[in-house]
């Protein structure tokens, strides 16, 4: 069965950081590219980053640029998010999604979603 599965969510104040990691199951994550999403209550899941299969291009919502880097271990079918400078609007649940080729990082390109992990910034 195929799967991913994310871990390192949690409660931190705004300003701390946090590292997400997505583990693959029944798949092996280095010939796609790989994709992070966020859904937060009552909104829309919503692109957060995305990384080609070798690692060598990523691509970041412009919310998160300049905070998130995605990056991935391919040895170790896994990718992780490293969220610095957290902010409250950074509150959601966050996914990895598998991309369905290795080097296209649109984000209607990403399928099989793992069920995700929270992340809750507050004060």
């Known amino acids: 069965q195929v799967q991913v599965v994310e871990s390192g969510g949690g409660l931190v104040q705004p300003g701390d950081s946090l590292k997400l990691t997505c583990s693959g199951s029944?798949?092996?994550?280095?010939?796609?590219?790989m994709g992070w999403f966020r859904q937060a209550s009552g909104k829309e899941r919503e692109f957060v980053a995305g990384?080609?299969?070798?690692?060598?291009?990523?691509k970041y919502a412009e919310s998160v640029k300049g905070r998130f880097v995605i990056s991935r271990d391919n040895a170790k079918n896994t990718v992780y998010l490293q969220m610095n400078s957290l902010k409250p609007e950074d509150t959601a649940f966050y996914y990895c999604a598998i991309g369905r080729h290795p080097y296209t990082l649109e984000s209607s390109a990403f399928g099989s979603w793992g069920q995700g992990t929270q992340v809750i910034v507050a004060s």
């Open positions: 990384i080609i299969w070798s690692g060598t291009g990523t």
């Open positions: 029944g798949v092996t994550l280095s010939s796609y590219a």
